[in-house]
């Protein structure tokens, strides 16, 4: 039984609106709301969703790099929310971040070597007369040759800046790295190589990841359990494999109906979704989903589902929010497209 | 699992410094300029003056001769006498260093305080951003040389006052800028990713936030000399700053003013002064302006 590295609980990310011509708060835009989960020690887990759901808030909230609104991030058994700000820089040294795209998240000025120093140099990690070489160990490490350490960012390929980016997150040896499409923005050919990296760093470290992407053939090859976001709120939560071929919540399987399938004789039924995502300043009530949701019921708007799991028919620890996991299943609901 | 390695060139390329290399293309566009450069030798030369200049004079600016008073330019004083009878040349010569000395401390520490607000205000956001930028706003609801005599004013007429009141009022305009560019800086994910490494917040400021906000800074800097030299003259003028006898360019333009008619030289030379001194610094400003940062020519 391996134990919760990350137990995230009632987390809820509003941003104020500000109108008026006081500037008085108008409303919130409810980014994450109110969502629990957690994460175990040395897997990988993903969370998907379409643009705005909430995921990359959801990372950026752990990490405090934005103040949740609400809500407890229990990391290795110490409540981040509640630390004070000295103590979670010095926390920070455990949790690291592995941003979208690798040209904008190095500073230009510096050299590899001025990154991966400061960043050594602020964890005060290693005496001062080894940093040098665990630099040249960590470029190493993520494919970057020793004599490029003297280097500045615009002289390498956006998959290196990434590597680069890798570097500085492993440095100050994390025990868990928040990845926040961390691949998003490279070639396909360079994105298979920097998850294989990924994998290699985890096997190698011992690392657990938080894995935020948008791309489920991604999420498919590095993820251990998935989560699925819809609108601020969790939607359905399961190991890799029940979640790709068992699917529960409506909205888990149109996104999966929309991977491609390299088979053209293939014939492939695509979910399409009518209208667009609601707006998270006024969320719909009940299911967030019962909008555009081929099977919502009276009972979707009224009544905001739970995450649940049913014994018969999904395996353990597959959660699904949503009223009529048995009555789709069964066939008894009929999609009104 | 195929091993995940790059390929490098062995070969090394020609090894480039993105600051030195940004400063070269500045120091380049900024040579094209004839105006910024003619503005730049000009400072120059007003600096060496400064400098030197009372050591190669010889007369005494302060100085009075009766005998030849109110006297024309001619070979002996080339820009004539004041109603002392003192060399305005020589006055001038020894005012340089004194408008130069205003203008660059003022600005300076005018400058450090504008920075240091500005940044303060733009990074932590908030009450506090709330509190100094409407100190600002409130300070430039004021015409500049109408705060800066209020503030003379209070604290009385001097040179040193003068700094004080030029470095107040130059301060919200720093002020504004630097919060400007701080905020558009700080979401930069670099930024972020040096707090999720557990950066202190003076680290973040002036390591990864000042030195992308240096141009804006630099401009800001060498256009406001322009105004506060002249403020300052101004001030002098009005009688408020560098008193008689000292050979301060406002204070001699305010004596010459009563012999305007008969002795235009008087009030002539010390006003032809401020205004070089203020365009070369303004055509300098202006160009290092255009070299630095194109986007904000308006």
Same mark, same amino acid.
């Given at each position: 039984?391996?134990?919760?590295?990350?137990?995230?609980?009632?987390?809820?990310?509003?941003?104020?609106?500000?109108?008026?011509?006081?500037?008085?708060?108008?409303?919130?835009?409810?980014?994450?709301?109110?969502?629990?989960?957690?994460?175990?020690?040395?897997?990988?887990?993903?969370?998907?969703?379409?643009?705005?759901?909430?995921?990359?808030?959801?990372?950026?909230?752990?990490?405090?790099? /934005? =103040?949740?609104?609400?809500?407890?991030?229990?990391?290795?058994?110490?409540?981040? #929310?509640? %630390?004070? !700000? @000295?103590?979670? +820089?010095?926390?920070?040294?455990?949790?690291?971040?592995?941003?979208?795209?690798?040209?904008?998240?190095?500073?230009?000025?510096?050299?590899?070597?001025?990154?991966?120093?400061?960043?050594?140099?602020?964890?005060?990690?290693?005496?001062?007369?080894?940093?040098?070489?665990?630099?040249?160990?960590?470029?190493?490490?993520?494919?970057?040759?020793?004599?490029?350490?003297?280097?500045?960012?615009?002289?390498?390929?956006?998959?290196?800046?990434?590597?680069?980016?890798?570097?500085?997150?492993?440095?100050?040896?994390?025990?868990?790295?928040?990845? /926040? =499409?961390?691949?998003?923005?490279?070639?396909?050919?360079?994105?298979?190589?920097? #998850?294989? %990296?990924? !994998? @290699?760093?985890? +096997?190698?470290?011992?690392?657990?990841?938080?894995?935020?992407?948008?791309?489920?053939?991604?999420?498919?090859?590095?993820?251990?359990?998935?989560?699925?976001?819809?609108?601020?709120?969790?939607?359905?939560?399961?190991?890799?494999?029940?979640?790709?071929?068992?699917?529960?919540?409506?909205?888990?399987?149109?996104?999966?109906?929309?991977?491609?399938?390299?088979?053209?004789?293939?014939?492939?039924?695509?979910?399409?979704?009518?209208?667009?995502?609601?707006?998270?300043?006024?969320?719909?009530?009940?299911?967030?989903?019962?909008?555009?949701?081929?099977?919502?019921?009276?009972?979707?708007?009224?009544?905001?589902?739970?995450?649940?799991?049913?014994?018969?028919?999904?395996?353990?620890?597959?959660?699904?929010?949503?009223?009529?996991?048995?009555?789709?299943?069964?066939?008894?609901?009929?999609?009104?497209? | 699992?195929?091993?995940?390695?790059?390929?490098?060139?062995?070969?090394?390329?020609?090894?480039?410094?993105?600051?030195?290399?940004?400063?070269?293309?500045?120091?380049?566009?900024?040579?094209?300029?004839?105006?910024?450069?003619?503005?730049?030798?000009?400072?120059?030369?007003?600096?060496?003056?400064?400098?030197?200049?009372?050591?190669?004079?010889?007369?005494?600016?302060?100085?009075?001769?009766?005998?030849?008073?109110?006297?024309?330019?001619?070979?002996?004083?080339?820009?004539?006498?004041?109603?002392?009878?003192?060399?305005?040349?020589?006055?001038?010569?020894?005012?340089?260093?004194?408008?130069?000395?205003?203008?660059?401390?003022?600005?300076?520490?005018?400058?450090?305080?504008?920075?240091?607000?500005?940044?303060?205000?733009?990074?932590?956001?908030?009450?506090?951003?709330?509190?100094?930028?409407?100190?600002?706003?409130?300070?430039?609801?004021?015409?500049?040389?109408?705060?800066?005599?209020?503030?003379?004013?209070?604290?009385?007429?001097?040179?040193?006052?003068?700094?004080?009141?030029?470095?107040?009022?130059?301060?919200?305009?720093?002020?504004?800028?630097?919060?400007?560019?701080?905020?558009?800086?700080?979401?930069?994910?670099?930024?972020?990713?040096?707090?999720?490494?557990?950066?202190?917040?003076?680290?973040?400021?002036?390591?990864?936030?000042?030195?992308?906000?240096?141009?804006?800074?630099?401009?800001?800097?060498?256009?406001?000399?322009?105004?506060?030299?002249?403020?300052?003259?101004?001030?002098?003028?009005?009688?408020?700053?560098?008193?008689?006898?000292?050979?301060?360019?406002?204070?001699?333009?305010?004596?010459?003013?009563?012999?305007?008619?008969?002795?235009?030289?008087?009030?002539?030379?010390?006003?032809?002064?401020?205004?070089?001194?203020?365009?070369?610094?303004?055509?300098?400003?202006?160009?290092?302006?255009?070299?630095?940062?194109?986007?904000?020519?308006?």
């Amino acid at each position: 039984m391996t134990t919760d590295i990350l137990k995230v609980r009632n987390l809820k990310q509003y941003f104020p609106i500000k109108g008026g011509i006081l500037g008085r708060k108008v409303n919130d835009v409810k980014a994450v709301d109110d969502i629990s989960f957690e994460v175990k020690e040395g897997e990988t887990l993903s969370i998907v969703g379409e643009s705005g759901c909430g995921k990359s808030t959801t990372g950026r909230a752990i990490l405090r790099l /934005d =103040e949740p609104t609400e809500g407890e991030v229990d990391f290795q058994g110490q409540d981040l #929310l509640a %630390l004070s !700000k @000295k103590d979670m +820089r010095r926390k920070r040294k455990d949790l690291q971040i592995i941003f979208q795209d690798p040209y904008a998240s190095i500073n230009p000025r510096q050299t590899v070597r001025q990154i991966l120093s400061e960043a050594m140099e602020i964890q005060d990690v290693l005496p001062k007369d080894k940093r040098e070489a665990r630099i040249k160990e960590l470029m190493k490490t993520v494919g970057l040759g020793e004599h490029q350490i003297d280097r500045f960012p615009h002289e390498f390929s956006g998959g290196q800046r990434q590597r680069i980016g890798i570097a500085r997150a492993l440095s100050v040896d994390p025990k868990m790295i928040i990845c /926040d =499409e961390s691949v998003s923005a490279l070639d396909v050919s360079i994105q298979a190589q920097v #998850l294989n %990296l990924l !994998k @290699k760093l985890q +096997r190698d470290y011992n690392l657990t990841y938080l894995f935020i992407s948008h791309d489920l053939g991604v999420v498919r090859h590095i993820s251990d359990r998935v989560l699925v976001m819809y609108l601020g709120k969790i939607v359905e939560i399961a190991d890799k494999k029940s979640l790709f071929d068992n699917p529960k919540h409506p909205y888990t399987k149109t996104l999966l109906s929309a991977i491609p399938v390299p088979d053209p004789t293939k014939k492939k039924e695509q979910i399409v979704l009518k209208g667009d995502v609601p707006s998270p300043i006024d969320p719909p009530t009940g299911c967030r989903f019962h909008t555009r949701c081929p099977f919502a019921t009276d009972k979707c708007v009224e009544e905001d589902p739970e995450l649940r799991n049913n014994d018969s028919l999904m395996q353990d620890g597959h959660r699904a929010a949503c009223h009529y996991i048995e009555e789709i299943e069964s066939g008894e609901m009929k999609p009104n497209y | 699992m195929a091993e995940t390695t790059v390929n490098v060139s062995t070969e090394e390329k020609k090894r480039v410094n993105p600051q030195m290399e940004n400063f070269k293309n500045v120091w380049r566009k900024l040579r094209q300029n004839y105006l910024a450069m003619a503005g730049g030798i000009l400072i120059v030369l007003f600096m060496i003056i400064a400098i030197i200049g009372p050591w190669i004079t010889t007369g005494d600016p302060l100085a009075p001769n009766v005998a030849d008073r109110l006297e024309g330019p001619s070979s002996q004083y080339w820009f004539g006498t004041d109603h002392h009878g003192r060399d305005i040349f020589t006055r001038i010569i020894h005012g340089m260093s004194i408008t130069l000395y205003i203008g660059f401390l003022s600005v300076f520490v005018g400058m450090i305080f504008g920075v240091v607000f500005g940044i303060v205000s733009g990074y932590y956001g908030g009450r506090i951003d709330a509190v100094i930028m409407r100190t600002m706003d409130v300070l430039l609801a004021f015409p500049g040389i109408l705060l800066a005599l209020g503030i003379v004013a209070v604290l009385g007429g001097s040179i040193n006052n003068v700094i004080i009141a030029i470095s107040i009022f130059s301060i919200p305009v720093f002020a504004r800028i630097v919060r400007g560019s701080t905020l558009s800086v700080r979401k930069l994910e670099y930024v972020d990713a040096v707090r999720a490494l557990g950066a202190s917040d003076f680290r973040i400021i002036f390591r990864h936030i000042l030195p992308n906000i240096m141009s804006p800074i630099i401009v800001q800097a060498t256009l406001r000399i322009a105004t506060a030299v002249l403020t300052a003259s101004g001030l002098s003028f009005l009688g408020l700053g560098a008193q008689p006898p000292t050979p301060e360019w406002g204070a001699m333009l305010a004596a010459g003013r009563n012999y305007m008619w008969e002795h235009p030289h008087i009030a002539l030379f010390p006003g032809l002064a401020i205004v070089l001194v203020v365009l070369a610094f303004n055509l300098f400003g202006d160009g290092v302006r255009d070299a630095l940062d194109p986007k904000l020519k308006s």
